[in-house]
Structures are given as C-alpha cells and as structure tokens.
C-alpha cells in the first residue's frame, strides 16, 4: 500500500488548508485512515482518524470543531479540513492506515506515508 499525502503549505493563523491522502495498492477491506502530525523536537502525536465506510470518525481534543476528517471510498482519497489554524498547529502531516478493528494509536499504524508540511505563521 503506497500513500500520497499533498495540501500542506504555509498559511497565516485563521486561515484553512485541505490535506488530501490517495492510496494505491490496497487490497483489504477492512481498515480505518486517519492523520498523526508531528513537530520539530515533539513526538508524533494523533490529530484526526476514519473508518473505512466514513461513519466512526474520532479527533485530539486539539482539534476538535476546527478540523473535520472525511473519506471518498471511490477515489480511496482521505480528507482533513483543517479551519482556523493556530501557530500551535505547525507540524509535519502524516497519513496513516491500520488493517483491521480496534485503536487507531501509533502502535497499530500499518502503513505510513510521507509528510506534507503545514506551517501556520501568526
């Protein structure tokens, strides 16, 4: 499974970006995608995630009522609406897919793809 993240950019604080994830090559049906983001010298931490039908969505209380995940099973395209972006939301965006049931957490992450930068300035 190959994931291609893209959307990131540098944005001034109130501002909105739309991350976008396609993935390729997946072959099981079963599976919920989501976002982690980490910055400089910070550990990588969870932002938003998806089922794979779209109806379970979970967020950080971080970001909660500003961002807004979604999913388009026919284009295997995830979605983050990342509104009224603060300085605090600087960091590198990563998607994510774990097979299966149960947590989405660092720790049951399958498959990783590459960052898109998100740069908020205030």
């Known amino acids: 499974v190959q994931l291609q993240a893209s959307g990131g950019g540098l944005v001034q604080a109130g501002d909105s970006l739309r991350l976008s994830c396609a993935a390729s090559g997946r072959t099981f049906s079963q599976y919920s995608m989501g976002w982690f983001r980490q910055a400089p010298g910070k550990e990588r931490e969870f932002v938003a995630s998806?089922?794979?039908?779209?109806?379970?969505?979970t967020y950080a209380d971080s970001v909660k009522g500003r961002f807004t995940i979604s999913v388009d099973n026919a284009k295997d395209t995830m979605y983050l609406q990342m509104n009224s972006l603060k300085p605090e939301d600087t960091a590198n965006y990563h998607c994510?897919?774990?097979?299966?049931?149960?947590?989405?957490?660092?720790?049951?992450?399958?498959?990783w793809g590459q960052g898109t930068q998100v740069t908020v300035s205030s």
């Open positions: 994510a897919i774990h097979r299966g049931r149960g947590d989405f957490v660092l720790a049951t992450i399958d498959y």
């Open positions: 998806i089922s794979w039908r779209g109806s379970y969505t």
